[in-house]
Each structure stands twice: as structure tokens, then as C-alpha cells.
């Protein structure tokens, strides 16, 4: 069964870049498509991104400037960086797989917590 | 970007009870929609994909239906374990958006 862990700082200072990584067990990251989301508390989710594989990207053009997705197939992970964050990238982080390029996403992971504060 | 609207935004129900979520499309697309479950504290998910096909160990009770810019979740018969919040998402084009959710709470 196909498991999915984030983790990262929890605590991120404004301006400086947030750095989480996915980590994925039960299976292989050699294929698929593995995305990031987010969810400010209480708020709706946000679509931030994806890798394929074999290494394209493609970034939510709201956060594309400041984003960035890895992947290390030896590791079988992959890995968000967001730079320049401020209070507004404060959220709940997650990870998730998608079998397709249109296709919905599972399974995720729990997520983690990440504040921007000083 | 394709906006996807919900409605209603909270929903008091009881067990027992059939209850419908809709959610709208800024635009057409086709059959690119998803649902999923959201608990406190935890990651959403899958209910639903391609907007009427059951993900694999959801209970029959679940059921979606709906093409181009307007589609439903249906609950036959509320269960306890079904009092969450309920999100669509649609897949048709980059970049993919989320609905703002459907908070499903006990009468």
C-alpha cells in the first residue's frame, strides 16, 4: 500500500524559504505524477504543483516565481521549496499522487504544519 | 483559471438523512471532476473520480453524478462517519482548483 510522508521545519521565518520533502514508501516514484497542495487554516486547498517522474514540472502560476519541486529517485522522494514566504504561505502542507496528468489525487499524505513568523 | 463554486457552504443534516452538494464550474469540463472527504486534522479523501466513478473502498451510500459545469455528491443515507467537509476539484486543465467546501455538520 502506497504511503506518503511530508516533512520539514515547522517554523519558517518571513523571507526565507520553506523546504519540505515527500517521502514515499510502499511503492516506486518511477512513475506517476506527485503533486503538492496546501490548506491555510480554515481555508480552502490550493493546488501548488507537480513533478512527473522524470522530472518535468509544472507550478501554479500564482506561485510559480517563488516555487520549485524536486525529485531523487534514489531516495524515493520529492521535495517543495518556496522562497520569500510570508504569513500568507502559512499552512497546513501536503503531498499527494496523481496517475495521470488529468487525473485525482491519491493517495496524500497526513501534511504538515508550516508557520511563517518571526 | 477554471472557478469551481459549492453550494451550500454548510449543510445541517441527520442521520439517516439524503443529502446532495453542488458544485459548479466556471466553464465546461467535461467529466475532469473529483470529490473528496475532509476530516479535522487530516488529509482529504477520495471519493470520487471522473465526477461519477467510486474510488475503491467507498461505501455505496456515495454517489456522483454530472458533465460540463454542473455536478452533485450525493449521500443515500447519512452515516456518523460521513459528518465532514466535502470538496470537489476538477482536473480539466492546469492549473487544478478546488471548490471552497461543504462543512456537513449534525442537526
Known amino acids: 500500500q502506497l504511503q506518503l510522508q511530508e516533512s520539514g521545519p515547522g517554523l519558517v521565518k518571513p523571507s526565507e524559504t520553506l523546504s519540505l520533502t515527500c517521502s514515499v514508501s510502499?511503492?516506486?516514484?518511477?512513475?506517476?505524477?506527485w503533486n503538492w497542495i496546501r490548506q491555510p487554516p480554515g481555508k480552502g486547498l490550493e493546488w501548488i504543483g507537480y513533478?512527473?517522474?522524470?522530472?518535468?514540472?509544472n507550478y501554479n502560476p500564482s506561485l510559480k516565481s517563488r516555487v520549485s519541486i524536486s525529485v531523487d529517485t534514489s531516495k524515493n522522494q520529492f521535495s517543495l521549496k518556496l522562497s520569500s514566504v510570508t504569513a500568507a504561505d502559512t499552512a497546513v502542507y501536503f503531498c499527494?499522487?496523481?496517475?495521470?496528468?488529468?487525473?485525482?489525487?491519491?493517495?496524500w499524505g497526513q501534511g504538515t504544519l508550516v508557520t511563517v513568523s518571526s | 483559471d477554471i472557478q469551481l463554486t459549492q453550494s451550500p457552504s454548510f449543510l445541517s443534516a441527520s442521520v439517516g438523512d439524503r443529502v446532495t452538494i453542488t458544485c459548479r464550474a466556471s466553464q465546461g469540463i467535461s467529466n475532469y471532476l473529483a470529490w473528496y472527504q475532509q476530516k479535522p486534522g487530516k488529509a482529504p479523501k477520495l471519493l470520487i473520480y471522473a465526477a461519477s466513478t467510486l474510488q475503491s473502498g467507498v461505501p455505496s451510500r456515495f454517489s456522483g453524478s454530472g458533465s460540463g459545469t454542473e455536478f452533485t455528491l450525493t449521500i443515500s443515507s447519512l452515516q456518523p462517519e460521513d459528518f465532514a467537509t466535502y470538496c470537489c476539484q476538477h482536473l480539466n486543465s492546469y492549473p487544478l482548483t478546488f471548490g471552497q467546501g461543504t462543512k456537513l455538520e449534525i442537526k
Open positions: 513533478i512527473y517522474y522524470s522530472g518535468s514540472t
Open positions: 499527494a499522487r496523481a496517475v495521470a496528468y488529468r487525473s485525482s489525487f491519491d493517495p
Open positions: 510502499g511503492g516506486s516514484i518511477n512513475s506517476y505524477y
